[in-house]
T-cell receptor, first 113, second 110 residues
Framework: NAGVTQTPKFRILKIGQSMTLQCTQD?????MYWYRQDPGMGLKLIYY???????DKGEVPNGYNVSRSTTEDFPLRLELAAPSQTSVYFC????????????FGEGSWLTVV | RKEVEQDPGPFNVPEGATVAFNCTYS??????FFWYRQDCRKEPKLLMS???SGNEDGRFTAQLNRASQYISLLIRDSKLSDSATYLC???????????FGGGTRLMVKP
């Protein structure tokens, strides 16, 4: 009953460090997404992918990179961590098509100090 | 102007009360509408889709007004377990890219 799995759940980074947030889904969904949520705010789309080998920028892509080499995996890379990237990150997936339910992972809490 | 706007609340209501939230969206080409529920420190989960004719799911009723560009969520007979943040969500394109409002926090008290 895995669904969307994100790791790590919590991480503290120093300014300038790099890290990768891992995301995998076992529902064979074509669409995958990365969102960030700042305290008291809604979710903002960072990057998305409509299938293996295809990625595109969302609303707030600066400072991040993604890849989609398989249907299951959609890692998010932070190259030079900045305090402004302190946030909760949610990975999600959905079947293709408008209006289909999007399934979220449990979130990754990232603090940059 | 934000694409999807909500009153952040909090709405503090007693158990058994009826409470309503509104959400406005700016893009008249918006295509799909949803309410998601998010518990503290948890991921958002779909509460219900919102259809043009309005729809009901138990104590929850969702309505869409395309002319005025808003959607609403009505919760009847509030339970303590309804305490959460309710996120208004809209898609603007043919894909499945969700745009979230900032959320409305509901606190139901005994």
């Amino acid at each position: 009953n895995a669904g969307v799995t994100q790791t790590p759940k919590f991480r503290i980074l120093k300014i300038g460090q790099s890290m990768t947030l891992q995301c995998t889904q076992d529902m064979n969904h074509n669409y995958m997404y990365w969102y960030r949520q700042d305290p008291g705010m809604g979710l903002k789309l960072i990057y998305y992918s409509v299938g293996a080998g295809i990625t595109d920028k969302g609303e707030v892509p600066n400072g991040y990179n993604v890849s989609r080499s398989t249907t299951e995996d959609f890692p998010l890379r932070l190259e030079l961590a900045a305090p402004s990237q302190t946030s909760v990150y949610f990975c999600a997936s959905s079947p293709p098509g408008r209006g289909n339910t999007i399934y979220f992972g449990e979130g990754s809490w990232l603090t940059v100090v | 102007r934000k694409e999807v706007e909500q009153d952040p609340g909090p709405f503090n209501v007693p158990e058994g009360a009826t409470v309503a939230f509104n959400c406005t969206y700016s893009n008249s080409a918006s295509q799909s509408f949803f309410w998601y529920r998010q518990d503290c420190r948890k991921e958002p989960k779909l509460l219900m889709s919102v259809y043009s004719s309005g729809n009901e799911d138990g104590r929850f009723t969702a309505q869409l007004n395309r002319a005025s560009q808003y959607i609403s969520l009505l919760i009847r007979d509030s339970k303590l377990s309804d305490s959460a943040t309710y996120l208004c969500v809209v898609t603007f394109n043919a894909g499945n890219m969700l745009t979230f409002g900032g959320g409305t926090r509901l606190m139901v008290k005994p």
